[in-house]
C-alpha cells in the first residue's frame, strides 16, 4: 500500500485528508501497526486506483490481517450482529466520541443493573444466557473510559427524562444515579443534560452517536439508532448534520455542574 501510495506522490497526511484520517492512521496502517476498517481499505483502493488485477490479492491480504488482529469482541461473534460489532470496532479505534440518547443512560456508562433492566427490554426475545453475555459485553466496552493510557474521551449529552426513568427497580435507578455522579468526575468523561424545562430544544428522535479519531475534531463516522436497528453513516454532508445537531443539542443542555446538581436533587426526590 506504501508503494502504490508513493508512485501516486501522494504523503500519507495528503491520503489521510482524501479519506477522513489522519497521515499517522495511513504509516500505521501501511507498517501493519494498525488494522483497516473495511471503509478506509475501500477508499484506499478507488485512491490509488488499483488494477482490478492486484485487488483480489491486496483484499486477501487485509483479510487475513484482519483475522489476525483480533480483538476481544470476536469472542462473541455468535452474539452480536454485524453492525453491533462495527460500532464496537469504531469505538475502539475512536479517540472520543459525542453521543445523544433521550431516554437511556448511555451504554458506556451505565451500571450492570441498569444495563441488565435495558438489554431485557430492548432484546426480550433473547434468553437469559444471552442477556447476561450482551451486558457482559457493555461492562467490557466501559474498559475504554477507564483506561490508564489513552483512555476514551465521552461527550454525552442526554434528557431528564433519562435520569428519571427507573430501569430495574427503584434501587438499581439509585445507584445509576449515583454512578453517573462518580463517573462524571473523571476528566475524560462530559456529561450534560438537558432539563424538561427547556422543552422542544431537546427533542430529538433517536439516539446517535459520533466518532473522532487520532485527535481529529470533526467526526469521522456516525451511528445512528432507529426502530429498524443502527444506521451507518460516513458520508460528508450526513456527518456535517448531526455534528450541527450535536451544537445545538450541548448549547440547551445545562452545564456539567448544573447537571451534577440535577442529578443529586433527583437522588433526594428519590431517598
Given at each position: 500500500?506504501?508503494?502504490?501510495?508513493?508512485?501516486?506522490?501522494?504523503?500519507?497526511?495528503?491520503?489521510?485528508?482524501?479519506?477522513?484520517?489522519?497521515?499517522?492512521?495511513?504509516?500505521?496502517?501501511?507498517?501493519?501497526?494498525?488494522?483497516?476498517?473495511?471503509?478506509?481499505?475501500?477508499?484506499?483502493?478507488?485512491?490509488?486506483?488499483?488494477?482490478?488485477?492486484?485487488?483480489?490479492?491486496?483484499?486477501?491480504?487485509?483479510?487475513?490481517?484482519?483475522?489476525?488482529?483480533?480483538?476481544?469482541?470476536?469472542?462473541?461473534?455468535?452474539?452480536?450482529?454485524?453492525?453491533?460489532?462495527?460500532?464496537?470496532?469504531?469505538?475502539?479505534?475512536?479517540?472520543?466520541?459525542?453521543?445523544?440518547?433521550?431516554?437511556?443512560?448511555?451504554?458506556?456508562?451505565?451500571?450492570?443493573?441498569?444495563?441488565?433492566?435495558?438489554?431485557?427490554?430492548?432484546?426480550?426475545?433473547?434468553?437469559?444466557?444471552?442477556?447476561?453475555?450482551?451486558?457482559?459485553?457493555?461492562?467490557?466496552?466501559?474498559?475504554?473510559?477507564?483506561?490508564?493510557?489513552?483512555?476514551l474521551h465521552i461527550d454525552a449529552v442526554i434528557t431528564e427524562a433519562a435520569l428519571r426513568f427507573q430501569c430495574g427497580g427503584p434501587t438499581a435507578h439509585l445507584e445509576q444515579l449515583r454512578h453517573l455522579r462518580d463517573v462524571m468526575s473523571r476528566?475524560?468523561?462530559?456529561?450534560?443534560?438537558?432539563?424538561?424545562?427547556?422543552?422542544?430544544?431537546?427533542?430529538?428522535?433517536?439516539?446517535?452517536?459520533?466518532?473522532?479519531?487520532?485527535?481529529?475534531?470533526?467526526?469521522?463516522?456516525?451511528?445512528?439508532?432507529?426502530?429498524?436497528?443502527?444506521?451507518?453513516?460516513?458520508?460528508?454532508?450526513?456527518?456535517?448534520?448531526?455534528?450541527?445537531?450535536?451544537?445545538?443539542?450541548?448549547?440547551?443542555?445545562?452545564?456539567?455542574?448544573?447537571?451534577?446538581?440535577?442529578?443529586?436533587?433527583?437522588?433526594?426526590?428519590?431517598?
Amino acid at each position: 500500500m506504501r508503494r502504490h501510495r508513493e508512485e501516486r506522490g501522494l504523503s500519507a497526511e495528503e491520503v489521510g485528508t482524501e479519506i477522513g484520517c489522519s497521515g499517522s492512521k495511513i504509516s500505521r496502517i501501511e507498517t501493519g501497526d494498525r488494522s483497516a476498517n473495511p471503509d478506509d481499505f475501500s477508499r484506499l483502493m478507488e485512491l490509488y486506483d488499483i488494477p482490478e488485477t492486484q485487488q483480489g490479492y491486496l483484499e486477501q491480504v487485509f483479510r487475513v490481517g484482519r483475522r489476525r488482529t483480533r480483538e476481544w469482541w470476536h469472542a462473541y461473534g455468535d452474539e452480536l450482529s454485524k453492525n453491533y460489532a462495527e460500532h464496537i470496532a469504531l469505538e475502539h479505534e475512536a479517540d472520543r466520541i459525542f453521543e445523544y440518547q433521550q431516554a437511556f443512560i448511555p451504554a458506556m456508562l451505565q451500571t450492570e443493573a441498569y444495563a441488565r433492566a435495558v438489554t431485557s427490554v430492548g432484546y426480550a426475545a433473547l434468553g437469559p444466557d444471552q442477556i447476561d453475555t450482551h451486558v457482559e459485553i457493555k461492562m467490557k466496552r466501559q474498559r475504554r473510559i477507564q483506561a490508564a493510557d489513552g483512555p476514551l474521551h465521552i461527550d454525552a449529552v442526554i434528557t431528564e427524562a433519562a435520569l428519571r426513568f427507573q430501569c430495574g427497580g427503584p434501587t438499581a435507578h439509585l445507584e445509576q444515579l449515583r454512578h453517573l455522579r462518580d463517573v462524571m468526575s473523571r476528566p475524560n468523561v462530559n456529561l450534560r443534560v438537558i432539563p424538561f424545562t427547556q422543552g422542544a430544544s431537546g427533542i430529538v428522535t433517536g439516539g446517535y452517536t459520533l466518532f473522532m479519531t487520532d485527535g481529529q475534531e470533526n467526526p469521522t463516522a456516525a451511528n445512528t439508532e432507529a426502530v429498524a436497528g443502527t444506521i451507518h453513516i460516513d458520508d460528508a454532508l450526513g456527518l456535517r448534520r448531526l455534528s450541527r445537531l450535536s451544537t445545538h443539542l450541548t448549547s440547551a443542555a445545562l452545564t456539567a455542574e448544573e447537571s451534577t446538581a440535577l442529578i443529586t436533587r433527583i437522588e433526594k426526590e428519590l431517598t
